[in-house]
T-cell receptor, first 114, second 115 residues
Framework: DADVTQTPRNRITKTGKRIMLECSQTKGHDRMYWYRQDPGLGLRLIYYSFDVKDINKGEISDGYSVSRQAQAKFSLSLESAIPNQTALYFC?????????????FGPGTRLTVL | GENVEQHPSTLSVQEGDSAVIKCTYSDSASNYFPWYKQELGKGPQLIIDIRSNVGEKKDQRIAVTLNKTAKHFSLHITETQPEDSAVYFCAASGDRGDSWGKLQFGAGTQVVVTP
């Protein structure tokens, strides 16, 4: 969805490097999410935020951190990248209607850690 | 927490035939079940969803059925076309407790429609 953008789209880095993946949205949504996709494992939730002052760990948060700089921006950091963090990373947003709502995904970032 | 299992992992169908993907969930409190389609190089996109107060929902060639007693839901695609080739994900969520506002995804089904 063009309303959710992710940068970079592709990144190759080395073990031990610090990496930041960025997500921006123009949908005006309060809720933002970071997922990781690995073959055969589906999408697994890393962190999520329901508003600017809210940060929550997901299913697989170890080795990752996030920052919600504004309603529209949610960044994912790998403080010291390791090879098993090689994966596709997706950012998603959803509205805050008081119930679970449709999530809109960005195009993804393919990260390779050598 | 919620656990969602999805089958099959791959599905090959002839153009014009039907495709069925099945998912089961573990948390009886789950009440929202979306299906996402992911094309190559793109993010997942919602194609249809169903809430627990409905047993079936249809949108043109796609339909979803829900059996809350058995805790399973299915995606049906009729008259498949080559553009239906993609990875399909089911997901489940609830409106309370730990699952509120979060989706638990199945592992995905690679659908290939051959002309």
């Amino acid at each position: 969805d063009a309303d959710v953008t992710q940068t970079p789209r592709n990144r190759i880095t080395k073990t031990g490097k610090r990496i930041m993946l960025e997500c921006s949205q123009t949908k005006g949504h309060d809720r933002m999410y970071w997922y990781r996709q690995d073959p055969g494992l589906g999408l697994r939730l890393i962190y999520y935020s329901f508003d600017v002052k809210d940060i929550n760990k997901g299913e697989i948060s170890d080795g990752y951190s996030v920052s919600r700089q504004a309603q529209a921006k949610f960044s994912l950091s790998l403080e010291s990248a390791i090879p098993n963090q090689t994966a596709l990373y997706f950012c998603a947003t959803s509205g805050s209607t008081g119930r679970t709502d449709t999530q809109y995904f960005g195009p993804g970032t393919r990260l390779t850690v050598l | 927490g919620e656990n969602v299992e999805q089958h099959p992992s791959t599905l090959s169908v002839q153009e014009g035939d039907s495709a069925v993907i099945k998912c089961t969930y573990s948390d009886s409190a789950s009440n929202y079940f979306p299906w996402y389609k992911q094309e190559l190089g793109k993010g997942p996109q919602l194609i249809i969803d169903i809430r627990s107060n409905v047993g079936e929902k249809k949108d043109q060639r796609i339909a979803v059925t829900l059996n809350k007693t058995a805790k399973h839901f299915s995606l049906h695609i009729t008259e498949t076309q080559p553009e239906d080739s993609a990875v399909y994900f089911c997901a489940a969520s609830g409106d309370r407790g730990d699952s509120w506002g979060k989706l638990q995804f199945g592992a995905g089904t690679q659908v290939v429609v051959t002309p």
